[in-house]
C-alpha cells in the first residue's frame, strides 16, 4: 500500500487526513483529529471521497469539510471551514504491507514537499 497524509492545525487541533491506495485499485481515506480517527472509508475503484465534520470557529459553529478527489497526476485534498479554504501545514507519505483498512505507525510517515507514487 501507499499513503498521502496532509496534516492540518486548525486553531489548537491537529487533523490528518490519510489516502491509502494499493496499485490493483483499492483505496482507502481516513480522518484523524488529534489522534482519534474520526471517519475511515475503503473501496475499490473510488475517484472521490468527502468527510464532514462539525466545528466550533472562534465566531460559532460551522463545518469542517474535507474533499478528496483522484488527478491524472495524483489525489488532491481540499479542506475548508465556513466556505474558507485552510492550507495544509505539511505533507507526508509512506509505503507499507498489508491488507484493506490496514494503516501504518505514525513513526513511519515521512515529511514531503510533494508526493510521489513512484519515490518510495
Known amino acids: ?5 496532509w496534516r ?6 491537529l487533523v490528518d487526513v490519510d489516502n491509502g491506495f494499493a496499485w490493483i485499485g483499492w483505496a482507502q481515506e481516513r480522518m484523524v483529529v488529534n489522534g482519534e480517527p474520526l471517519h475511515r472509508t475503503g473501496a475499490w475503484f473510488s475517484f472521490r471521497r468527502s468527510f464532514k465534520e462539525p466545528w466550533l ?4 459553529d460551522d463545518e469542517l469539510s474535507i474533499d478528496m478527489r483522484s488527478t491524472l497526476t495524483g ?5 475548508t471551514i465556513a466556505d474558507e479554504q485552510v492550507e495544509p501545514e505539511a505533507l507526508y507519505e509512506t509505503a507499507w504491507s498489508g491488507g484493506k483498512g490496514s494503516w501504518p505507525e505514525d ?9 510521489s507514487f513512484f519515490k518510495l
Open 57 to 60: 470557529t472562534p465566531i460559532g
Open 107 to 115: 513513526e513511519v510517515w515521512i515529511e514531503t514537499k510533494q508526493f
Open 1 to 5: 500500500m501507499r499513503g498521502q497524509r
Open 75 to 79: 489525489i488532491v485534498c481540499n479542506a
Open 8 to 13: 492540518y492545525r486548525i486553531g489548537n487541533h
